[in-house]
T-cell receptor, first 113, second 115 residues
Framework: EAQVTQNPRYLITVTGKKLTVTCSQN?????MSWYRQDPGLGLRQIYY???????DKGDVPEGYKVSRKEKRNFPLILESPSPNQTSLYFC????????????FGQGTRLTVV | AQKVTQAQTEISVVEKEDVTLDCVYE???????LFWYKQPPSGELVFLIR??????QNEISGRYSWNFQKSTSSFNFTITASQVVDSAVYFC????????????FGTGTRLKVLA
């Protein structure tokens, strides 16, 4: 089954404790990205990747890192999480860049206390 | 600048009523793509439809229909004979063929269908 898998689904952590949210897709998509969803703001892009070893900042990259060492994986790293990073996070991938629809993971609800 | 506006924050209807969700977009690209996604209470994002800027044909899929009008930069979504299962947040999104490497989302419209 074609899918984008994120883990964990839910996470509560403390300020400053490094964490990684994993994202994996099994569709051989080149384009992958991370979004955060906040009430009243819709989804905003954090980082994106056009291919292996090619990543770039989105609209709200501060406090986040990503890597793309393999085509299927695109982890999101929060080196020192802060309460303003409490949000719902989505990983997405698409087949032909942005001309086709994005497939989204199930979402990761992160709470930083 | 690129932008997607969903002016309706929340809509409530009674089951079997028709409802239209509005989406207005801004882009300077001549080639672009428009999408609708559904986010049910369980939280996942479900793809509903994609349209490219050269295809202004309206589309119908069961109770769902979409009206794309370049003249007014709108891509509206109508649910006919709404059902409780249609209750969700609906997002309209835009992507461009050049420049920005992202899907630009509206802020979403929360639809509540009351039994």
């Amino acid at each position: 089954e074609a899918q984008v898998t994120q883990n964990p689904r839910y996470l509560i952590t403390v300020t400053g404790k490094k964490l990684t949210v994993t994202c994996s897709q099994n569709m051989n998509h080149e384009y992958m990205s991370w979004y955060r969803q906040d009430p009243g703001l819709g989804l905003r892009q954090i980082y994106y990747s056009m291919n292996v070893e090619v990543t770039d900042k989105g609209d709200v990259p501060e406090g986040y890192k990503v890597s793309r060492k393999e085509k299927r994986n695109f982890p999101l790293i929060l080196e020192s999480p802060s309460p303003n990073q409490t949000s719902l996070y989505f990983c997405a991938s698409s087949l032909e860049g942005l001309s086709t629809e994005a497939f989204f993971g199930q979402g990761t609800r992160l709470t930083v206390v | 600048a690129q932008k997607v506006t969903q002016a309706q924050t929340e809509i409530s209807v009674v089951e079997k009523e028709d409802v239209t969700l509005d989406c207005v977009y801004e882009t300077r690209d001549t080639t672009y793509y428009l999408f609708w996604y559904k986010q049910p209470p369980s939280g996942e994002l479900v793809f509903l439809i994609r349209r490219n800027s050269f295809d202004e044909q309206n589309e119908i899929s069961g109770r769902y229909s979409w009206n794309f009008q370049k003249s007014t930069s709108s891509f509206n979504f109508t649910i006919t004979a709404s059902q409780v299962v249609d209750s969700a947040v609906y997002f309209c999104a835009l992507s461009e063929a050049s420049g920005t490497y992202k899907y630009i989302f509206g802020t979403g419209t929360r639809l509540k269908v009351l039994a």
